[in-house]
């Protein structure tokens, strides 16, 4: 074989605002590489199938002087996120050619040589699911759901705190703790819906159009709304107290989320998109509440999760997906050079649910 | 014995920012009462001895239609708080006469005759302690420091996120986890300080004054400073980053707390006395930081920890008051006619100690 081209997508320059395709990042074809004769050095040659597009990409645009919990992209070095790929040649012992395999920091291109294998990963398949799957609801999304919300909901099927519910009489039977999910038709928010429909709560949930809105109905919400035209504070007045708050957006969603908490309420921090595009800051007013109501606010990185509560995860969740009894949905987008406007739809919420990026086929 | 006035403290008014004496609150000399003859219909006939002047009483200075954890206080009626007092007559099997009491919703009279006993406790001095000892350390805030540290803090001896400390190259012995304590010269700051020392941590304190700040190294906290001529982020920045953060105040401060804090933080929210004269209102701006950290953030009420903990504390706390060991200053006023002083000092922050109204002695 001669040598092909090597899709790559670039960190070009730190954004201010939201991120601009062909200015943040930009997809670039200059790389060559000849798959048969590429030297490994002892490492793998990994063909890349799916990439993910997260929320959280928005915090690794910034300048290397900042510090966070992922290191920032490197301008002028492929971004990274979780993807994907099937193992084309090997010379390490630990891969052999024909494995799947995935991890949080595949970069964005076509073909990838590496010595260095950590958080590589090969994939257990043993329902021949779509190796999409592990990119959402078997994926990093998949795991945040699952995974904080057995660390941190303790949610009960009998509420420790009952409150008079005359709105709720029309259902037949008696419901456990209330939750309050935000970005529910998302591939996080829709797996803690329905984690909480199984838990036996009642479930609130907001998303930020009608496609979302009834994608949520369909997979078990109670009461679903378009945060667009309905306000969140209405919402929980007539349908809280809430037990538990999954959030997505922090700000003034969190604000309401406090004003609506019932004493003892669980809120458990995923992210806060409401400020990743202005500075990773929107003020909140009402955390005097948490003392009134003995509310407690925990964030998590998955990560940190990770080594508690992976083998329970793939125990519990393929199985359920294979059969269908947790549903998902995917927003799949085909090429390496469609990245950058999939970043920014993701940002703004423009995209309709999992975002992932097909790169090639197995 | 014929009557005699009974002064009494009552609410007069709503205020809007600090409560003014003589507007917020009125000292009343109108009842009269014959202690001899008055009937009880069962109940009890109490003088009060000690009672406290905390800063969450602002919050029950509000408007009736205003829910919040504790009733509001009821325009011309006697405003309440923690008291001790002794039993003067009983018709009541559970107290007899000389039996000493204590209780959350102490009226702020003289003489009390109540038939609900509701909250009425005998208190157990084997250490023939000072009943004013029993408002502070033995009290609400001894018990408020006491048991939010045993349910929240989580303090370690041995850090599970070790940090680089160069600054600590001085110390001796090897340091525990690293506590930030606001208001550290209070009733509850200075056992919260006290109780960090003995589980082996670092102790950063601030207050307000150079007294206060005095009465914190004298308690040993390792780092201590006066927020008002040192910036709270130039000192974390130097001694942090904190494990454990005890709040007091809310606001800015909160925000430096999280800037400081290191991975898995816990903060203990026991009071934010700087939204108090606000609205219960200061905005906070790095709640991000909760997720990327993994903080987590805890709100409590001291009566829902009690059932818990109160047979721990009573067997701990008073012999270390008895020996010494527990240190803990009072700031003790005269007579009723003090209170509405004393409670805007409180809020002020211009007492020295925990506020005691001495009422009458035993």
């Not at 679903?224 to 349908?239: G, H, P, R, S």
Request: overall charge negative; proline content about 6%; hydrophobic content about 40%.
């Amino acid at each position: 074989m001669s040598p092909v081209v090597n899709g790559r997508v670039l960190f070009n320059s730190v954004p201010e605002g939201f991120p601009e395709p062909g200015k943040t990042t930009v997809y670039d074809t200059t790389e060559t590489i000849d798959p048969d004769t590429v030297s490994l050095d002892g490492g793998v040659l990994i063909k890349t199938l799916e990439l993910s597009i997260d929320p959280y990409m928005r915090g690794r645009m910034r300048p290397a002087s900042v510090k966070s919990y992922v290191a920032a992209f490197e301008i002028g070095k492929p971004i990274q996120g979780h993807g994907v790929g099937v193992v084309i040649r090997s010379e390490n012992p630990k891969f052999k050619e024909g494995d799947h395999v995935d991890s949080n920091s595949f970069e964005h291109k076509n073909l990838i040589v590496t010595k260095d294998v950590t958080g590589y990963e090969v994939i257990n398949n043993p329902h021949n699911l779509p190796w999409s799957t592990f990119i959402g609801v078997l994926g990093m999304p998949g795991k945040t759901a699952f995974m904080a919300w057995k660390e941190i909901s303790q949610a009960q099927k009998v509420p420790p705190h009952p409150v008079e519910r005359t709105e709720l009489s029309n259902f037949s039977e008696p419901k456990g703790e209330t939750v309050f999910v935000t970005t529910g038709a998302g591939p996080v928010g829709s797996l803690v819906i329905q984690l909480a429909k199984r838990d036996g709560l009642k479930v609130i949930a907001s998303a930020g159009s009608e496609d979302k809105v009834q994608f949520m109905k369909e997979i078990g919400a109670d009461v679903v709304f378009n945060y667009k035209t309905t306000k969140t504070t209405d919402v929980l007045a007539k349908e809280g107290p809430i037990d538990i708050y999954w959030d997505n957006v922090g700000g003034e969603t969190l604000d309401a989320a406090l004003e609506a908490a019932n004493t003892g309420a669980r809120f458990i921090e995923c992210g806060m998109i409401s400020t990743y595009n202005s500075g990773f800051s929107a003020p909140v007013h009402k955390l005097f509440l948490v003392i009134t109501k003995s509310i407690s606010i925990s964030g998590f990185v998955v990560g940190r999760l990770m080594p508690k509560w992976n083998e329970e995860f793939y125990k519990t969740l393929p199985p359920l997906v294979a059969s269908g009894e947790i549903k998902h949905r995917e927003d799949i987008y085909n090429g390496l050079e469609t990245v950058g406007d999939v970043i920014l739809a993701v940002q703004k919420g423009t995209n309709k649910a999992k975002a992932i990026i097909h790169v090639a086929d197995d």
